[in-house]
T-cell receptor
Framework: KAGVTQTPRYLIKTRGQQVTLSCSPISGHRSVSWYQQTPGQGLQFLFEYFSETQRNKGNFPGRFSGRQFSNSRSEMNVSTLELGDSALYLC??????????????FGPGTRLTVT | GQQLNQSPQSMFIQEGEDVSMNCTSSSIFNTWLWYKQDPGEGPVLLIALYKAGELTSNGRLTAQFGITRKDSFLNISASIPSDVGIYFCAGLWEYGNKLVFGAGTILRVKS
């Protein structure tokens, strides 16, 4: 079974631009969560989608948004990029049979650099 | 949200040594997960624990779900160079619906 895939793996953007990152979960997994990882802050939860609905949201500004499609694939978008948005963005999927996400499986991440 | 305190922050050990790290909280957790992250990659799930007192092994790795349900431990026996990386604990708070992650333990191994 293929793992979680994320595209692109690396991205360089300029301040003020916007960016869209993509995540394809493991086949059969319906929950997709997004995390931001920086050296000083560790893994910070952005949001979680289940059945095309945002189920949980972390403490990030409205510039960070996401969505999930009917095939469970998910995208996250960051508008008006700031230098501090430079990070590794990780997507994780889980099967979620009981309505609660656990045993999350991570993709390789997208390394975003904002200049 | 509920916080997890992971310790130690970093370890620099000799190849062949055993390693212990732990995760603690003041709150009760129903699930504990341990992940390893290699540089530039996403975390990989190592062990999942679901019951208080549960002890689970995965090769040279052994993890335990604390009896109080407020902590978990990960041990690595006979460390090798490829054990290098960041180890994260993650837990599902008894009243929560999303995972909470510890800050990670950086493991370095001297060969």
């Amino acid at each position: 079974k293929a793992g979680v895939t994320q595209t692109p793996r690396y991205l360089i953007k300029t301040r003020g631009q916007q960016v869209t990152l993509s995540c394809s979960p493991i086949s059969g997994h319906r929950s997709v969560s997004w995390y931001q990882q920086t050296p000083g802050q560790g893994l910070q939860f952005l949001f979680e989608y289940f059945s095309e609905t945002q189920r949980n949201k972390g403490n990030f500004p409205g510039r960070f948004s996401g969505r999930q499609f009917s095939n469970s694939r998910s995208e996250m978008n960051v508008s008006t990029l700031e230098l501090g948005d430079s990070a590794l963005y990780l997507c994780a999927s889980s099967w979620d049979p009981a309505g609660v996400s656990y045993e999350q499986y991570f993709g390789p991440g997208t390394r975003l650099t904002v200049t | 949200g509920q916080q997890l305190n992971q310790s130690p922050q970093s370890m620099f050990i000799q190849e062949g040594e055993d390693v212990s790290m732990n995760c603690t909280s003041s709150s009760i957790f129903n699930t504990w997960l341990w992940y390893k992250q290699d540089p530039g990659e996403g975390p990989v799930l190592l062990i999942a624990l679901y019951k208080a007192g549960e002890l689970t092994s995965n090769g040279r790795l052994t993890a335990q779900f604390g009896i109080t349900r407020k902590d978990s431990f990960l041990n690595i026996s006979a460390s090798i160079p490829s054990d290098v990386g960041i180890y994260f604990c993650a837990g599902l708070w008894e009243y929560g619906n999303k995972l909470v992650f510890g800050a990670g333990t950086i493991l370095r191994v001297k060969s």
